[in-house]
């Protein structure tokens, strides 16, 4: 499942960069949560919405009835436009319990549309636009736990992937288009030709590949620091550079972090992939929490124990880690033989050996807004 997952989010930055497969990955998406519809739209800072650049499961024809009538009579749309971005809303009672079901909205434009329950999200979409995300289902069945989990590890990789294709696109007629998108992130980002060279750098790149912990240049070509990493990340590239689909890379540990390196295809000014890739390397916090949270989804850890499970198996005393976590020792050492007992390990050099193998799959995962890579000013 989990491999799945990670491969959905890689999906969605090659349609997002390409402007490509967004049906593709809305038929996925919908087949793995039961919805029966699927679509996405850029609105601007007023919340009117414009002409969706993705439809699933819903005709035009809806669409342009709600963008005429319907919207303004939405209860939903001032709490969706004030709640926090990359959050999963229950549409169904967030304008409060059964508002939204007594509207000329729901009787007259979602039934008749089978758009009985409906989830939604809004991301950033660049140049101070908003991305609305809205899935839905005919049946009156709520959605259960697992599909809200998975919606919500897949809500930031829209926006994220949706802001990076408009960014590209946004550029593709200026004489410096790929340098401008790399200096427009917030993020380490190397340009890299179709045999893994580097042709392009920006500075947070830069400062990587001085600092050698988790990136290195060898002749020109990008590096994992780990062997393990390298091997990883050599394949992410040659994938793109092939035209299948690559995976994110886990470069790390360092630390207590569990940094990433996000490979994407270069795009030419035709709008084809050239020979390449893209490799965006958030800052290491960003995506602390990965691994974590593949140990809670998968092990049944709480949040405690896998955070405590992690710190032990990257060297750290118990002590400090009581002190950071200001407990006692004895909690720690609880919480300890409790994250073992889940994954089935009984020594502490054990426990090492299967995160450090679990941190190959494991590549994606984060939460809202932990890739890191956004351009200024959001």
Same mark, same amino acid.
């Given at each position: 499942m989990a491999a799945d997952v990670d491969r959905l989010i890689v999906r969605i930055y090659e349609a997002g960069v390409?402007?490509?497969?967004?049906?593709?990955?809305?038929?996925?998406?919908?087949?793995a949560v039961q919805g029966e519809a699927l679509w996405a739209q850029v609105r601007g800072g007023n919340g009117v919405p414009q002409a969706p650049f993705l439809l699933h499961g819903i005709s035009q024809r809806a669409i342009d009835d709600y963008a005429a009538h319907y919207w303004r009579l939405n209860p939903v749309t001032g709490p969706m436009m004030t709640s926090p971005l990359d959050e999963i809303r229950n549409l169904d009672v967030i304008a409060g319990a059964g508002v939204l079901q007594r509207t000329e909205l729901f009787h007259d434009w979602a039934v008749p549309n089978g758009l009985v329950r409906s989830l939604g999200w809004r991301g950033l979409a660049g140049d101070g636009d908003v991305l609305a995300v809205t899935v839905a289902r005919a049946s009156g069945v709520d959605w259960s736990p697992q599909e809200l989990r998975l919606l919500?590890?897949?809500?930031?990789?829209?926006?994220?992937?949706?802001?990076?294709?408009?960014?590209? *696109?946004?550029?593709?007629?200026?004489?410096?288009?790929?340098?401008?998108?790399?200096?427009?992130?917030?993020?380490?980002?190397?340009?890299?030709?179709?045999?893994?060279?580097?042709?392009?750098?920006?500075?947070?790149?830069?400062?990587?590949?001085?600092?050698?912990?988790?990136?290195?240049?060898?002749? *020109?070509?990008?590096?994992?620091?780990?062997?393990?990493?390298?091997?990883?990340? *050599?394949?992410?590239?040659?994938?793109?550079?092939?035209?299948?689909?690559?995976?994110?890379?886990?470069?790390?540990?360092?630390?207590?972090?569990?940094?990433?390196?996000?490979?994407?295809?270069?795009?030419?000014?035709?709008?084809?992939?050239?020979?390449?890739?893209?490799?965006?390397?958030?800052?290491?916090?960003?995506?602390?929490?990965?691994?974590?949270?593949?140990?809670?989804?998968?092990?049944?850890?709480?949040?405690?124990?896998?955070?405590?499970?992690?710190?032990?198996?990257s060297g750290a005393d118990l002590r400090d880690i009581a002190?950071? *976590?200001?407990?006692?020792?004895?909690?720690?050492?609880?919480?300890?033989?409790?994250?073992?007992d889940k994954l089935g390990v009984r020594r502490r050099q054990e426990l090492v050996a299967m995160l450090a193998a679990a941190a190959g799959p494991v590549e994606v995962g984060l939460r809202p807004n932990s890739i890191g890579c956004v351009p200024p000013g959001t």
């Open positions: 390409s402007g490509e497969g967004w049906d593709q990955v809305a038929s996925a998406v919908c087949e919500r590890r897949l809500a930031p990789h829209f926006s994220h992937a949706t802001r990076v294709g408009r960014g590209i *696109r946004a550029a593709r007629d200026e004489a410096r288009a790929l340098r401008s998108l790399l200096d427009s992130l917030r993020c380490a980002a190397f340009l890299l030709d179709g045999e893994g060279r580097i042709t392009a750098a920006n500075a947070p790149a830069i400062g990587l590949l001085r600092a050698g912990d988790l990136l290195r240049d060898d002749s *020109r070509h990008l590096r994992a620091a780990h062997p393990s990493a390298d091997a990883r990340l *050599r394949a992410s590239v040659a994938a793109w550079s092939d035209g299948d689909v690559g995976r994110p890379v886990y470069l790390g540990p360092v630390g207590r972090s569990t940094p990433l390196a996000f490979v994407l295809p270069r795009v030419g000014a035709d709008g084809g992939r050239d020979a390449g890739a893209v490799v965006l390397v958030p800052p290491v916090d960003a995506a602390v929490s990965a691994l974590a949270d593949w140990l809670v989804d998968t092990y049944d850890l709480t949040p405690a124990e896998a955070d405590v499970a992690l710190q032990v198996s002190g950071e *976590r200001a407990t006692s020792i004895g909690t720690v050492r609880n919480q300890v033989k409790r994250a073992m």
